[in-house]
């Protein structure tokens, strides 16, 4: 029987495994685990895991996890200059991970570095590389000398595994400076798989708008090839995101998407997808060829998340209303008699002011009017709230969260969800820049979750941009790229060129960009996705959230919380061992209830 009682000692390497025949115990490869909540960074050494280990000759790695859950595990390998190896470095360095059942299974990846260069748009930006691409391991590689290499192995429990733990092992073979090989490298693996399983995306308690551009015209200046072809490749790019919980939507739609789209997220379990966002039709009828934008068909913005409310909204004549029902008409009907409406919303006023209450109501009271089980999203950061705004999911900037609006909303039948964007991007809010180490994404899930059984929201969450790629194609930013090129991955070095300052305001503003904002997958090889490190942390996140937070009762979880965060502004990582420690207390109250 599985025991609910037993709290697992979370042990980390942070010294080199003892190496047979060796003068020192340090003059071989160094090898460690580190929290995938920490940053590794080109110089780092195992010094840097901000973790200790009673036992240095016994390297492990433990991993906790629901069932149907992914988990990672982080591994930090480097070989440096010293005056028995002048050269350094390892060449021919493959990873195998073997022993476990065939109901969890593994990949891997090497952590690429990208550059971030200081932006004057927000505090703590830059600081030269800094990892965040996860490229997949597909044949042996090279690590240079002197440089910390993250290598990352993603942990993923079946629906049909059993409760209880697992052991497996990591094991590296590579070769040395002197041509011989390197000694025996190998990290036990123990994975606890609770007593409590995660639910599928069709079953999932968070409602979800993470937008992306996903058509043939944001890819296309990337693989360029006449061979290329989006929609060969799109289900994987697909796959990726729903894979981290962050179903592929598009929010920024002049149009409906390919309805083949739809049904495929449907086919995934995928519960929510916009269909269009009302507000971004021509004004006018006339301008509708002239004002065609081939990218905002596709879901780029035409303007991206900058925090509170800005600008002012259209006055939306009768004209304009009918074109909108009329261009919602055909795809409500065709979504409604597959059995797909449900699952579908529209989106619109993008932070505008409260002075859009007016032509808020006139849309989306017209929208309801003609549609009444097509559900409406609004990014509206207002307090008080109305009630009566024909509004069933108001989208409000998390940090902006007040409890006693969200009763009033949500006592009403309405959802709230809650929103980041580069705000706030103040060093002591948490965010999911890249310089931000991985436990901030984690835990601003965490403080959703907070929220959520305390007060009752939010209930979603939502992202303006997943595949925002913006880099400077002029000369008067601070580093100019005038053509856009995939992520290749490099066997021989894990520094990557790829410009991840995304100049959001190009144009208007050249001096100011944001190192990752907007992106959390990266374009590479072969017209194929990779995945990011925040990328997975935000699901080991929103991961908790659904399956552990969600469902503990709020006088054992909040406190547990409360440890790690309580609001935008506070908080404090309190250690890898001690968020283990409270996801085994919840999993173990939660499984307990059950019994």
């Not at 006018?284 to 925090?307: C, F, I, Q, Y």
């Not at 006023?349 to 017209?366: H, I, W």
């Not at 968020?579 to 207390?585: F, H, K, N, P, V």
């Amino acid at each position: 029987m599985f025991s609910t009682q037993i709290l697992p000692v979370f042990l980390f390497l942070c010294c080199a495994p003892k190496q047979v025949g060796a003068s020192w115990s340090a003059s071989g490869p160094e090898l460690c685990v580190v929290p995938t909540t920490a940053q590794v960074r080109p110089d780092s050494t195992c010094s840097d895991t901000t973790t200790s280990s009673s036992n240095c000759a016994s390297p492990a790695a433990y991993v906790n996890a629901q069932i149907g859950e992914v988990e990672d595990i982080q591994l930090l390998l480097r070989k440096s200059i010293d005056a028995d190896d002048t050269l350094g470095g390892l060449t021919g360095v493959s990873v195998v991970v073997n022993g476990l059942p065939a109901d969890i299974s593994v990949k891997t990846f090497r952590v690429g570095y990208v550059w971030a260069q200081h932006s004057p748009r927000y505090a703590g930006s830059g600081g030269g590389w800094r990892p965040d691409p996860l490229m997949p391991i597909s044949e042996k590689f090279d690590i240079p000398s002197e440089v910390a290499q993250p290598l990352w192995v993603s942990v993923s429990v079946g629906r049909n595994t059993v409760p209880g733990t697992y052991s497996g092992q990591v094991s590296i073979t590579c070769t040395m400076s002197n041509t011989k090989a390197c000694p025996a490298l190998v990290v036990p693996v123990h994975i606890t798989v609770f007593n409590v399983t995660l639910p599928t995306m069709a079953e999932t308690r968070i409602g979800s708008a993470w937008s992306g551009s996903w058509g043939s015209n944001t890819f296309t200046p990337y693989y360029p090839s006449p061979s290329f072809d989006w929609n060969t490749t799109k289900h994987t790019w697909f796959d990726l995101m729903i894979d981290h919980r962050m179903p592929p939507d598009s929010i920024y739609l002049s149009k409906a998407r390919d309805y083949d789209d739809y049904q495929y997220m449907a086919s995934k379990g995928v519960k929510w997808f916009a269909i269009l966002d009302v507000s971004s039709l021509p004004l006018t009828l006339g301008a509708h060829n002239a004002d065609s934008n081939k990218s905002h068909d596709e879901g780029m913005p035409k303007r991206v998340h900058s925090g509170g409310v800005r600008g002012a909204c259209a006055n939306y004549s009768a004209e304009y209303v009918e074109r909108l029902i009329d261009t919602l008409t055909p795809i409500v009907t065709k979504l409604e008699a597959d059995g797909l409406l449900e699952s579908a919303y529209v989106y619109g006023f993008d932070e505008n002011p409260v002075s859009c209450e007016p032509q808020v109501r006139k849309l989306f009271g017209a929208t309801k009017k003609a549609f009444p089980k097509l559900k409406t999203a609004a990014v509206l950061n207002w307090s008080p709230m109305p009630v009566d705004l024909p509004v069933d999911i108001w989208i409000l900037q998390y940090e902006e969260f007040n409890a006693k609006d969200a009763a009033v909303w949500s006592a009403a039948g309405k959802m709230q969800w809650q929103y980041h964007c580069i705000s706030p991007d103040d060093i002591s809010s948490l965010n999911t820049f890249i310089e931000r180490p991985g436990l901030q994404s984690r835990l601003m899930m965490w403080l959703a979750s907070l929220n959520y059984l305390q007060y009752g929201a939010p209930t979603g969450w939502l992202y303006y941009a997943v595949d925002l790629w913006h880099p400077c194609d002029n000369p008067m930013c601070l580093r100019n790229y005038t053509t856009r090129s995939p992520l290749v991955q490099n066997l021989s070095s894990p520094f990557v060129d790829f410009p991840v300052g995304n100049y959001i305001w190009q144009g208007q503003y050249n001096d100011i960009f944001a190192n990752g904002d907007g992106q959390y997958i990266y374009p590479c090889e072969n017209g194929l996705p990779c995945g990011s490190i925040r990328l997975s942390n935000l699901r080991d996140g929103l991961e908790d959230w659904d399956g552990l937070f969600s469902v503990i009762d709020k006088t054992f979880g909040v406190p547990l919380i409360q440890e790690m965060v309580r609001e935008a502004r506070d908080w404090e990582f309190t250690g890898e061992r001690r968020m283990e420690q409270i996801r085994t207390l919840v999993a173990n109250k939660i499984a307990d209830s059950t019994l």
